[in-house]
């Protein structure tokens, strides 16, 4: 019955039924075929997979990116990334790592980050001589560090649906998203060395100064985002909140760039952003109930279990399973499906669960950037307007280091791990 | 001076049909209620933290209407997410089909689509009526059926937006 219920939702998405709606329509099926419980208890599931406070911190973050990209900060943040490491050889490369690790620290979607940063240093790369497509390539990779890197809407998610703390899971992604940051950077050094990358432009104290300056505000963001959730002040939704505020106040009072009309059109599109995302967090509530009543992931677990208990092992296995689902499936979509199937089996091989947080996150950014399904990579492919075969055939030296993170991570626990039991043991 | 502005007449693109402009009309009624949602959204979670820390009183009602508000959000909302094209699926495998092929299964997926909203807007109202004297935790004079509601009727405005959709795309042509 539960591998029917599957079925029907692959066939139902794959002929174009918005997973959302796949997902009801299964669910709804298998209740009109096998009876039990009355239909209406669908609706009541979809109300309680909505109703839950964390998830307001996505809308929020939603809106305050919109807000921070049509503010003029995106454009603050690359002149002061370009101020300070410009003046290495493949400057501007660098800059592109270094201001998409910044603007991950105040955006929660790596689609926002390639929209906002995307549109303004990818024509500047290719004027100063970058392949179009290494540069599409380079921006869509170092993009999916948003969602290592707080705030994190996948993250939200996961805590949510492995019923663990967001502030945590926020604390666990610091130290990987400084490794992978720094693993791409090398590689882009290694480049830059090999293929001769222009310099852009030579350091200046007085120029880095000026930068700082104008981009004062800016800065000023992550630390009230990370700042007041990490002392423990306020929630990651209350933190979302007051980064709306700021974000408002920075664009409408300080820089002035952002008018009626911006602010009318950013909120329609966090609206729809925000719905696509929580229709799907609702409905699969919904096959949750069906798969818990099933005893689906119990059955899961055992069956692993028969398997192997060796941590090393279901390490490994989750991985592969969880590259291969986020090459298919859009990574919101990825973690509500899977995580409540796969949490019995990870709470009992005594995997923490902010650790295996940190893994699915790491394997949803890979999968961002690998086709068929490449959220972020084909945004990429779009502002610079390049074919998505060169583009990925650049990328791959990238991912390769999005692998290398995950390896580490996921057999040394300590590194994500460490930061959260220092600061909330 | 009359032949002049009968030539200005011929140029103008042809006039929006009525159902066009009544969808239009209808589309911004939802884009203002979500908008309104999405701002009291905000408002509520810095009234929140404003008490918590300058009036030293934790307001009683904060996180169970906040959690109603983002009910409405995701419902009403997700209206507006139909009429833009904007649910998350996978048409990226779609787009390997050939022409028809890809018609034809979409519109199965169009019908697929307005039969669960349809069952939505029914079993959507059964709970209402079932939940009409359930009231919220924090204040009693909210009935949670207020906030089912969203269900059902959200159900029957996307089935409005998608039924016409679907008879432009069996017909071949493009959304209005």
């Known amino acids: ?425 | 001076m009359d032949a002049v502005v009968e030539g200005r007449e011929s140029l103008r693109a042809p006039r929006p049909s009525v159902l066009t402009r009544l969808y239009a009309g209808f589309a911004l009624i939802v884009e203002i209620w979500c908008a309104l949602l999405m701002v009291a959204m905000a408002l509520i979670v810095l009234l929140g933290v404003w008490y918590r820390y300058a009036v030293q009183r934790a307001l009683p009602w904060y996180d169970e209407f906040a959690e109603f508000l983002l009910v409405w959000l995701t419902f009403y909302g997700s209206v507006l997410a139909t009429r833009r094209g904007g649910h998350i699926g996978f048409e990226t495998l779609l787009d390997y089909a050939p022409r028809g092929v890809r018609r034809a299964l979409l519109v199965v997926a169009d019908l697929v689509v307005l039969a669960i909203q349809g069952a939505l807007v029914v079993y959507g109202w059964r709970l209402v009526q079932a939940a009409s004297f359930d009231t919220a935790i924090s204040l009693r004079a909210v009935r949670l059926s207020w906030v089912y509601a969203a269900i059902p009727i959200s159900g029957a405005l996307m089935f409005a937006i998608g039924l016409p959709q679907l008879v432009w795309r069996a017909m071949g042509r493009q959304r209005p």
């Open chain 1, 1 to 425: 019955m539960s591998l029917a219920v599957v079925g029907a939702i692959v066939v139902l998405s794959v002929i174009g039924v918005p997973i959302a709606f796949a997902l009801i329509g299964a669910v709804l099926m298998a209740l009109f075929v096998w009876g039990g419980t009355t239909p209406t208890v669908i609706p009541l599931q979809l109300f309680s997979g909505a109703a839950k406070f964390p998830l307001l911190a996505i809308p929020l973050f939603v809106l305050a990116g919109g807000m921070m990209n049509s503010s003029g900060i995106s454009l603050r943040i690359i002149n002061l990334a370009s101020a300070m490491v410009g003046h290495v050889r493949g400057g501007l490369a660098m800059v592109n790592v270094v201001d998409s690790m910044f603007f991950a620290e105040i955006s929660g979607s790596a689609v926002a980050d390639v929209a906002a940063l995307g549109s303004v240093i990818i024509p500047a790369m290719v004027k100063k001589g970058y392949t179009p497509a290494f540069t599409a390539a380079l921006t869509s990779v170092t993009a999916s560090l948003a969602i290592i890197i707080p705030p994190s809407i996948p993250m939200i998610l996961y805590a949510v649906m492995a019923e663990t703390s967001v502030t945590r899971l926020f604390l666990a992604g610091f130290a990987p998203g400084v490794i992978g940051g720094g693993l791409m950077m090398a590689v882009v050094y290694y480049k830059a060395r090999k293929y001769g990358f222009p310099v852009d432009e030579a350091f200046s104290v007085r120029r880095f100064g000026r930068a700082f300056r104008q981009a004062g505000w800016t800065l000023l963001l992550p630390v009230i985002i990370l700042g007041g959730m990490f002392g423990g002040v306020v929630t990651a939704t209350e933190a979302a909140g007051l980064a709306v505020l700021a974000a408002f106040l920075i664009g409408v009072f300080v820089y002035r760039e952002m008018n009626f009309r911006q602010l009318w059109a950013v909120t329609l599109d966090g609206v729809t952003a925000t719905a696509s995302v929580m229709m799907i967090v609702a409905a699969s509530a919904v096959l949750g109930w069906y798969l818990t009543n099933e005893q689906v992931p119990q059955q899961f677990a055992a069956w692993m279990l028969h398997l192997t208990a060796n941590r090393i092992l279901v390490l490994l296995f989750l991985n592969v399973f969880l590259l291969i689902a986020g090459m298919f499936l859009h990574s919101a979509a990825a973690i509500l499906l899977i995580v409540p199937i796969v949490m019995p089996l990870v709470r009992q091989v005594g995997i923490d669960p902010t650790h295996f947080g940190i893994i699915v996150t790491l394997n949803l950014a890979i999968g961002q950037q690998t086709p068929p399904v490449a959220s972020v990579l084909l945004t990429a492919c779009a502002v610079a307007k390049q074919p998505v075969g060169t583009v990925f055939r650049e990328a791959i030296p990238f991912i390769i280091c999005l692998l290398i993170t995950l390896a580490i991570v996921t057999y040394v626990p300590a590194i994500p791990l460490f930061l959260p039991r220092l600061l909330q043991p």
